[in-house]
Nanobody
Framework: QVQLVESGGGLVQAGGSLRLSCAAS????????MAWYRQAPGKQRESVAF???????NYRADVRGRFTVSRDNAKNTMWLQMNSLKPEDTAVYYC????????WGKGTLVTVSS
């Protein structure tokens, strides 16, 4: 059974940083392109960052240059380093494959105060 567990969220002031973690189990992690998603209150879930099994990355335009996605296939873990956070980054952050193959985890809440 595949399990995705997000952690690392919290309350931070604008301009601050957080590092999110995604721990995956029950899957051959290295075979999947992985992604971070977020859902702000009252809005649809959106993709934030993508990383291939080999480490190539892509980002949505409004986080490019501020967020960095990385992974360690040996540890079945993906991270999202978020710098220069803005209030509009406030959301619940989730991880999943790039094609959203698995059930969503509980996510981790990021709140950025102005």
């Amino acid at each position: 059974q595949v399990q995705l567990v997000e952690s690392g969220g919290g309350l931070v002031q604008a301009g601050g940083s957080l590092r999110l973690s995604c721990a995956a189990s029950g899957m051959i992690f290295s075979r999947y392109g992985m992604a971070w998603y977020r859902q702000a209150p009252g809005k649809q879930r959106e993709s934030v960052a993508f990383i291939t099994g080999g480490g190539a990355t892509n980002y949505r335009a409004d986080v490019r240059g501020r967020f960095t996605v990385s992974r360690d296939n040996a540890k079945n873990t993906m991270w999202l380093q978020m710098n220069s956070l803005k209030p509009e980054d406030t959301a619940v952050y989730y991880c999943n494959t790039a094609t959203q193959d698995w059930s969503w985890g509980k996510g981790t809440l990021v709140t950025v105060s102005s």
